[in-house]
């Protein structure tokens, strides 16, 4: 293990060590009994052989042919980006495993007691009832050819993911963090545009895995702000590291064995309907480095690499938002016409990726 590493690791196990993990981020975690479970949100196909009859099944359930009625209104556009997020999600056990590979964080019997242990196995059980619930509900919906949606999780999964420094028990807090934030937003805005086109149960749906995601998104920003505070000159310039290589989403490597380009085509989708943009991504930025305060680490905290890096840092928001300006300009200036992509998730049709503003 490089000596940056191995320095990190032993400030990220003294969190666990002291405490902390298990009174600031164990809490966290919804005990197993009050946790919402899939079938708790989708039609329930055994009430009869519980012995119910139809009077008395609880009125609340929705009936198949009521989920299929509602997700008939959802256009092509927003399964794309349901999709997309159902993929990701299902891509969990990558996760899991890049999880496990950061000393310090990591469990290494696979049952351990100690408080990071507890903290990944339990992030790992709250997070696989998504991909279970986007899963089920877009094969009773109906709506979407599911083998090539299985077909593009089999494909992700076996692809795997990227990140700058995989076993950076730093970086992984500072990726955390913003992922956690960026399937928030997603989910959140996915939810909306549900609701808008008539879908409530797929509205309530995404509301419950955006709960979620905004509750692990808490967890990693304590964790990122604790070690701010304990190593703020490597800290600063592990965040610089991570955003001059970019956020990069862990569906980056997602293909459906056709479209060789298809995370470029629904991150397209996505930044069109308002699903999740390159808006989301500065306001993202600017929201971190103000909660982590980096404008007031001062002087004496930091080297002069860290310096450099916190510099670096905090006038990214603005460029992040200027160069975003001066790519949508380019974009009106060059469009012709929209520009559509056709997608195996829903049946080969097209759908816009790029529409004349």
């Not at 299929?68 to 927003?78: I, K, N, R, T, W």
């Not at 009773?140 to 999780?153: A, F, H, N, P």
């Not at 692990?216 to 290589?245: I, S």
């Not at 989708?269 to 001062?298: C, I, N, P, S």
């Amino acid at each position: 293990m490089p000596a940056q590493e191995q320095a990190e690791a032993e400030v990220v196990r003294s969190l666990g060590l002291s405490g902390w993990v298990e009174e600031q981020l164990l809490p966290l975690l919804t005990p197993v009994d009050d946790a919402w479970q899939p079938s708790d949100l989708l039609p329930c196909f055994s009430l009869s052989a519980a012995g119910l009859s139809a009077e008395q099944q609880p009125s609340m359930m929705m009936t198949t042919e009521e989920l299929q009625a509602q997700a008939s209104g959802v256009p092509d556009d927003v399964l794309v980006c349901l999709v997309g997020n159902m993929v990701t999600e299902e891509a969990l056990p990558t996760y899991m495993c890049m999880g496990n590979r950061v000393a310090g964080y990591r469990d290494d019997t696979g049952c351990s007691d100690l408080p990071w242990a507890r903290w990944i196995r339990g992030w790992t059980a709250e997070e696989n009832r998504h991909g279970d619930l986007l899963n089920r509900y877009l094969y009773l919906s109906g709506r979407v050819d599911m083998r090539q949606v299985e077909r593009t999780v089999h494909h992700l999964l076996r692809n795997g993911m990227q990140m700058l420094r995989p076993s950076s028990p730093y970086h992984n807090a500072i990726y955390g963090s913003f992922q956690e934030r960026a399937t928030f937003i997603s989910h959140a805005h996915t939810a909306k545009q549900a609701a808008r086109h008539g879908d409530r149960c797929l509205a309530k749906i995404c509301g419950v895995v955006a709960a979620d995601e905004k509750r692990h998104e808490t967890a990693y920003t304590k964790v990122a702000a604790k070690v701010f505070e304990l190593d703020p000159d490597g800290m600063v310039q592990a965040l610089a590291a991570v955003l001059r290589d970019k956020i990069t989403m862990p569906g980056q490597l997602m293909t459906d064995g056709r479209d060789a380009d298809l995370f470029e085509h629904f991150s397209a989708v996505a930044q069109r309907t308002g699903v999740y943009t390159a808006r989301d991504y500065g306001d993202m930025v600017e929201h971190f480095v103000r909660r982590w305060k980096v404008a007031d680490l001062g002087g004496g905290q930091l080297s002069g690499e860290g310096r450099r890096a916190q510099e670096y840092v905090c006038g990214l928001p603005r460029k992040i938002r200027r160069v975003e300006e001066l790519a949508h300009d380019r974009v009106i200036k060059a469009a012709k016409e929209p520009e559509f992509a056709r997608f195996s998730w829903v049946f080969d049709r097209p759908v816009c990726i790029r529409s004349l503003i």
